[in-house]
């Protein structure tokens, strides 16, 4: 039925679930058709990311089950000193090292609108993931796409940002005061 939606409407927004839907509480699944159909996935979560003033989205976000981000940081009304980068679609994400050194920053979700919070994360990590195309891509990132990444990537595990920032480690993090952003 997903599919059937996103393709009678390829352009528009979809929208996006909030915190309580069952979606949004889901382990993602492995993308395994790399086609038209997740291109128009991928097209549509980007306008639905910009209506909302995001930085990234995740699949599960727009009712997807698929295990898909975007990242797309631009300084905007929510994040007015985020860096400026071209989207990137990441299909299927595996983390595959993070730095001992966290940062705390503050975030926000489109699945929890209107509030804040303060997280910690890895200051960097080394990634994996499949573009639309299908070709694994590896890369390091630091500082505030690291963020965006560990933040949609969390989305995939179903993992909302209310859930992480009730997390022990958080409050266990903020006491012991470590490096802050």
Aim: hydrophobic share 45%; proline share 7%; aromatic share 6%.
């Amino acid at each position: 039925m997903f599919k059937d939606e996103m393709l009678q409407a390829p352009s528009q927004p979809l929208p996006i679930a909030l915190v309580g839907e069952a979606i949004l509480k889901e382990h993602a699944i492995e993308v395994r058709d790399f086609d038209t159909a997740l291109s128009q996935l991928a097209e549509q979560m980007a306008l639905s990311m910009v209506a909302a003033n995001g930085v990234g989205i995740a699949a599960p976000q727009v009712h997807s089950p698929l295990a898909l981000f975007i990242m797309a940081s631009r300084p905007n009304e929510r994040y007015p000193d985020a860096p400026l980068m071209d989207p990137v679609v990441v299909v299927n994400p595996q983390i595959l090292s993070a730095s001992a050194e966290l940062v705390s920053g503050e975030e926000g979700c489109l699945s929890v609108p209107g509030q804040r919070f303060s997280i910690w994360r890895h200051q960097t990590i080394v990634v994996r993931y499949q573009d639309l195309a299908g070709h694994w891509q590896q890369t390091e990132l630091t500082g505030f796409i690291a963020r965006i990444f560990q933040h949609e990537f969390d989305h995939l595990q179903g993992i909302t940002l209310l859930e992480r920032s009730q997390m022990p480690e958080q409050t266990v993090m903020a006491q012991a005061g470590n490096h802050q952003a």
